[in-house]
Every structure is written in C-alpha cells, then in structure tokens.
Nanobody
Framework: QVQLVESGGGLVQVGGSLRLSCAAS????????MGWFRQVPGKEREFVAA????????YYRDSIKGRFTISRDNAKSTVDLQIDALEPEDTAVYYC?????????????????WGQGTQVTVSS
C-alpha cells in the first residue's frame, strides 16, 4: 500500500508561481515512476508531468512545457511540481500519482496509487 499526500496548492494571480509537493510513504519510493495530473469539474483528469526512476527521465504535457518542472527526491520520498507563469487555464485540482513501472509514463492507467489532490486556483 502506498500513501500519497499533496501540498502546496492555493490561490495565486496570473503570472505567479507555485510549488506543489507530494510525499510518499508505504513502499520503496525510488523504484517507480511518479507523476502529476490535474482535473477540472466536468472534465477528465489529464496528464501534466511524470518522472521515471530509470535515469530520472521526464515527460510533460505539450501545452505546459517550459512552465512546469517536475523533480523527485528519492531520499526524502517526495516529488515536486514547480509551476511558473501561471495561467487561468491552470486552475484545477492537481493529483500526485505513483506507478509500479520504472519508466516515466503519460498513461493514467499506469498509475496505481493517487493522493487526495490539491486545489490550484489562478485569478486574473
């Protein structure tokens, strides 16, 4: 069993920055890929970013490249998502996911464990 707890969400103005953090516990954190997804009401959860265990390779959603940075600290069992130049379209609940696959993946079905989510609201 894996427990994931997100933090760092909040209300921020357009152009601002936030750093989301996800703390993992319950299994060997460093053996699987980690990812961030987001969801707005009435829409499906969508991929944002992922980082693999092998080589720490990262993947990003095309529309957010350059503004989002995912990073992991295996010693602390955390994965962070730095979000810069926030846009109103970034408003969503952001979820951290953990996968048993070692490579970074965009596929939501590859993530077996999820946190409760953290709300990010960008005001214009």
């Amino acid at each position: 069993q894996v427990q994931l707890v997100e933090s760092g969400g909040g209300l921020v103005q357009v152009g601002g920055s936030l750093r989301l953090s996800c703390a993992a516990s319950g299994r060997s954190f460093s053996s699987g890929a980690m990812g961030w997804f987001r969801q707005v009401p009435g829409k499906e959860r969508e991929f944002v970013a992922a980082v693999g265990w092998i080589n720490g390779r990262t993947y990003y959603r095309d529309s957010i490249k350059g503004r989002f940075t995912i990073s992991r600290d295996n010693a602390k069992s955390t994965v962070d998502l730095q979000i810069d130049a926030l846009e109103p379209e970034d408003t969503a609940v952001y979820y951290c996911g953990a996968s048993t696959k070692s490579y970074a993946t965009r596929n939501e079905d590859d993530f077996e464990y999820w946190g409760q989510g953290t709300q990010v609201t960008v005001s214009s």
